[in-house]
Every structure is written in structure tokens, then in C-alpha cells.
């Protein structure tokens, strides 16, 4: 049972639009939340987080929104640049627990 | 600074031979952990470490071993490979205090292939 969900595996987006990548989870003792960006033959390297308490966390092009009710967040790229062009990955953790749930990743192309 | 390094990078193994998956990190960090990534799946945490002579089972820990013995490294072990153990592996680890919750600094991972 997926915990974590991107259910879009893929997304095309312009160079200089914005990209909006979603994540719904199921699991309502999650109260910590991540983005997670990979090339190619690298590892994860992380973007951005939110807390639970939070609803909205910017920083530079990325932001985060959390709608706990609709147990979904998203990020979204501002504007998106054809270095963006990555797998992100979604990942959530419960309060105290040391184990991050990944979602299988969404395949951005930002293109020229 | 090198941050998180993986040894081997590529490893291939026959079936019931055994291995050792070797993670180092020199950021002084207290936690580390090593997921497993199959093709078109998420990470999924296989064993981890809240500190030196510490190990706890993650999400998927069956048919593997950790140690972790000094502070900056922790390695994984695979004392009998099976073919559904060909992933890529990924080591990561995190300071205990600063920065913000869980936000994991990861290696570049070991991709296994058990024929």
C-alpha cells in the first residue's frame, strides 16, 4: 500500500513557465514533508521541506504548499529552467520517527 | 569535504555470494541510513543508525546486515545476494540537531546486479 503518491510519472513544462509537481499521502501521522530532486547516476539531493504547522515554504523558484486536509501538497517551480530538468521525488516522515516514505518520483523536462 | 562517498559503485554478484557495501561520511553526522531504489519505485529504507554501535530496521531490512562501528561509516551487508536484490543502493546520512527535520544528505549510490 502506497503511503506516498506521485501519480504523474512525467511532466513536460516550457523554460520559463511554472512546473507544478503533486504528492498525495495517506498516512494522517505523517507530519513532515520533503522534496527530493536526482539526475542521472547521482544521488537525491534535497529542495525543499515543510512542516506540518505550515501550509505554504518558499525558497528562491520552489515553493511548497501543504493542504493537510486534502492530505496533498505540491511544488511548484517559478520560473522552471532546463537545468530543472530532473526526477523529484516526494517523501514524508511521522513526528519522531526517523523513516522517510518516498513517492516513485515525477520525471521533469523543462525544455529551451 | 567530500560528503557522502559509496564504495563499490557497480558490483555484480552471483547468486548466494556474499558482500559488503561500504558508506563513509565526513560531515561529522550522527545519523546514516541505506535505502534501496528498484527501477520506477521510491527510495525504501532498508536499515539505519542513530549512532556510533547503533543499527534499527527500516522498511525492507530481510536478507541484509548493517554495522556501524565507527561514527562515519556504516556498511551494508548482503551475507547470501538473490536476484531481487539487484537495485541501486543509496547511503545517506543527517546531523542529529540543526538545519531542519530529516533533510538526508545522500551518496551516489552502488548499483548491484545478482545474476
Known amino acids: 500500500d502506497q503511503q506516498v503518491k506521485q501519480n504523474s510519472p512525467s511532466l513536460s513544462v516550457q523554460e520559463g513557465r511554472i512546473s507544478i509537481l503533486n504528492c498525495d499521502y495517506t498516512?494522517?501521522?505523517?507530519?513532515?514533508f520533503l522534496w527530493y530532486k536526482k539526475y542521472p547516476a547521482e544521488g537525491p539531493t534535497f529542495l525543499i521541506s515543510?512542516?506540518?504547522?505550515?501550509d505554504k515554504n518558499e525558497d528562491g523558484r520552489f515553493t511548497v504548499f501543504l493542504n493537510k486536509s486534502a492530505k496533498h501538497l505540491s511544488l511548484h517551480i517559478v520560473p522552471s529552467q532546463p537545468g530543472d530538468s530532473a526526477v523529484y521525488f516526494c517523501?514524508?516522515?511521522?513526528?519522531?520517527?526517523?523513516?522517510?516514505?518516498f513517492g516513485k518520483g515525477t520525471k521533469l523536462t523543462v525544455n529551451p | 569535504n567530500a560528503g557522502v562517498t559509496q564504495t563499490p559503485k557497480f558490483r555484480v554478484l552471483k547468486t548466494g555470494q556474499s558482500m559488503t557495501l561500504l558508506c563513509a561520511q565526513d560531515?561529522?553526522?550522527?545519523?546514516m541510513y541505506w535505502y534501496r531504489q528498484d527501477p520506477g519505485m521510491g527510495l525504501r529504507l532498508i536499515h539505519y543508525?542513530?549512532?556510533?554501535?547503533?543499527?534499527a530496521k527500516g522498511e525492507v531490512p530481510d536478507g541484509y546486515n548493517v554495522s556501524r562501528l565507527k561514527k562515519q561509516n556504516f556498511l551494508l551487508g548482503l551475507e547470501s545476494a538473490a536476484p531481487s536484490q539487484t537495485s541501486v543502493y543509496f547511503c545517506?546520512?543527517?546531523?542529529?540537531?540543526?538545519?531542519?527535520?530529516?533533510?538526508?544528505?545522500f551518496g551516489p549510490g552502488t548499483r548491484l546486479t545478482v545474476l
Open positions: 545517506a546520512s543527517r546531523p542529529s540537531s540543526g538545519g531542519g527535520y530529516n533533510e538526508q544528505f
Open positions: 543508525s542513530v549512532g556510533e554501535g547503533t543499527t
Open positions: 517523501a514524508a516522515s511521522p513526528g519522531g520517527s526517523e523513516k522517510l516514505v
Open positions: 515543510i512542516s506540518s504547522i505550515k
Open positions: 498516512n494522517s501521522m505523517f507530519d513532515y
Open positions: 560531515m561529522n553526522h550522527e545519523y
